[in-house]
């Protein structure tokens, strides 16, 4: 059984919060856990910016990774969002069975 974990960050909490619950109800998503200020710095088209955004954890499947990225990238407001998936290595085994569970 494995576990991912998925980062993105958006430009708005709204946009966050509508996607994270879409997220779950398509069982894409076990949970997600949302950061709701961060700030960013970065380059884009040549130029340099330093904004506030929030971030999202999304815990998933691994057989629902693909679907999950395919999802947010579809939905999400930006251009090139930021989406990485990070492979769980250890962790708690009845967490790693709720989040298979909840992604079936």
């Known amino acids: 059984m494995k576990i991912y974990f998925i980062y993105s960050t958006f430009k708005s909490l709204k946009e966050a919060k509508q996607l994270s619950s879409k997220l779950v109800k398509l069982k894409l998503a076990a949970c997600t856990n949302i950061i709701p200020t961060i700030y960013s710095t970065y380059v884009w088209k040549k130029k340099t910016y330093i904004e506030k955004e929030c971030s999202m954890i999304i815990k998933t ?7 999950t990225i395919t999802f947010i990238k579809k939905k999400h407001s ?3 969002p930021a989406i990485s998936a990070f492979p769980i290595q250890k962790s708690h085994k ?3 069975k709720w989040i298979i569970d909840q992604t079936k």
């Open 78 to 80: 930006y251009e090139c």
């Open 61 to 67: 499947s691994k057989s629902k990774v693909e679907k």
């Open 94 to 96: 009845d967490f790693e």
